[in-house]
């Protein structure tokens, strides 16, 4: 078994090229949910849904979040009703809002909602959130405090972030199946994605119990950095890092993980960070725009996953 | 002012034929509430809103429901991932469900909710519910109590009706602007739209109030039958007449309001019945096919309650 932990559009890649070169069964894709919000009466999850979309095939690949072959009536007629339309749902999108929020309201677990649409979706890995409870990533700004989607989508990451929280996580449990992936002595390899550090991958780590358990987890744990010769491929990683004082480098996201990482996949744009990196580097064309990108890094992340095993 | 009592597709048509031969902003359409549910966690209002689509010129013309240039992308996704699809939502027709769900969840009324919307979609009469507190029609069936849209959408209409009942209708307090409307002096006439008596029409006279209201009202008030030579123009209310034990016809109509009823209006095929009907009986064309046939048939119920006030 393989355990990802996956943000959104970046982590889906690597995600789907995993799902491809090994038993897709075999993969346990665990979910950010710090960017969860409760917007227009509706629970979305756009992480989870990044992920489930782009397992099952139906991911929009030209932006990469939403669903391919949308329509958008429904946004239409709400910006004709004076409704809010910063964050933009399609109308096959709200069905799965819809249901999502209808099934968690009837009292149903965010993991058992998320298994019973990827399994309609046609979604063959397992998909989970890191949590069933709430965490809920916030962005200490010149401005003050915002909730993600606000700093995210509504402001469009502009404002200088200075400082990061994740409301609900010290009293969040990790979802149990996760916990219990990380102590299975069959587990293969922890992956981390290359996703934002800060935003997506540090919510995760959040929960009480996860860093203690991939610290002490018998598998090697392996990162794909999200950072290329200084810059992030999509998103604000880069940018944040430098608010938040640090150069923006595929060595310094590696340095957040340092207790728990044992193998790290860089770009080999950024070979001269290779000597400065405490974990055992790969070097790898990181940057993922074909089908065939993503399942070679897959291959490259799993081929270097095995190398650390036989250390072991 | 003219106040017109509708349920959803036949009393819209004569609601948008009056809100034409008269100065729209004087027309207040009191609409049955009694239809509403709450599905896939959304607040869903049938009658107001096919009041307000057709009077917005927004409704769906082939089937008098929903709205016209509809997508079903919504509909289609929660058939693929395993949601209820008996009651069909198109994805226009969705966003204002979801917008108004999110005003009443935030404590607004939906008479206000209304309002609002019928502002954004450019509808020049007011439209109010019957009240603002929850009225919900079930029908007792020989399968038992049924909550209305079971009945109505889910099994159409096929189970035999043996009772109705307004639930909360006991508790429920006529929207303050209705029954201001009925004592008001400068009232000209209270119109009973074409619409089903037991599920459109009694509901709105079972609140408290309303029936005293309508007995106690100085106007006219004139009903448009529903039945045309034994049948319901569209809907169960000949199907449910017979169910109930009563003869499908104009005149059984006309004495559910006999202690309020001063005109009636009643088809041309009907006229043999108008020895047996204790109200002033107008002859017409109540078969609405065109705009034109609305527009005829609410100048001739304008025109009977303008004789009907000149004789007090």
């Given at each position: 078994m393989i355990v990802a932990l996956s943000g959104g559009v970046g982590g889906a890649k690597l995600a789907l090229g995993l799902s491809r070169v090994m038993p897709p069964e075999q993969l346990l894709v665990v979910c950010n949910t710090g960017d969860d919000f409760?917007?227009?009466?509706?629970?979305i999850s756009p992480d989870l849904d990044t992920v489930m979309y782009t397992l099952a095939g139906l991911a929009n690949p030209e932006v990469g979040w939403g669903r391919r072959d949308e329509t958008w009536s429904f946004m239409e007629t709400l910006a004709e009703i004076g409704g809010e339309t910063w964050f933009r749902l399609g109308d096959r999108d709200v069905a799965v809002h819809v249901e999502r929020t209808r099934r968690l309201r009837d009292g149903q677990s965010l993991s058992s909602v998320t298994a019973y649409l990827c399994a309609k979706l046609g979604v063959a890995p397992r998909v989970l959130p890191m949590s069933d409870d709430p965490v809920r990533t916030r962005v200490r700004t010149d401005a003050g405090w915002l909730d993600f989607q606000d700093y995210f989508v509504r402001l469009r990451c502009e404002p200088v972030t200075r400082e990061l929280a994740f409301h609900g996580a010290e009293s969040a449990h990790p979802q149990p199946a996760f916990i219990a992936a990380l102590g299975d002595p069959g587990l293969q390899a922890?992956?981390?994605?290359?996703?934002?550090?800060f935003i997506s991958i540090e919510p995760i780590l959040a929960v009480p119990g996860v860093r203690e358990a991939?610290?002490?987890?018998?598998?090697?744990?392996?990162?794909?950095?999200?950072?290329?010769?200084?810059?992030?491929?999509?998103?604000?990683?880069?940018?944040?890092?430098?608010?938040?004082?640090?150069?923006?480098?595929a060595g310094v996201v590696a340095d957040r993980y340092s207790d728990f990482l044992d193998g790290y996949v860089i770009d080999h744009a950024?070979?001269?960070?290779?000597?400065?990196?405490?974990?055992?580097v790969t070097l790898a064309q990181t940057l993922m725009t074909t089908l065939e990108d993503r399942e070679a890094l897959a291959r490259t992340v799993l081929d270097a996953a095995a190398v650390l095993r036989r250390r072991r």
């Open positions: 409760e917007h227009l009466g509706l629970c922890v992956v981390i994605c290359p996703s934002n550090p991939l610290v002490a987890c018998s598998a090697p744990v392996i990162a794909v950095s999200p950072i290329i010769a200084g810059r992030a491929i999509k998103g604000p990683t880069a940018k944040m890092m430098t608010e938040l004082g640090m150069d923006p480098s950024d070979m001269a960070e290779v000597v400065s990196i405490d974990a055992k």
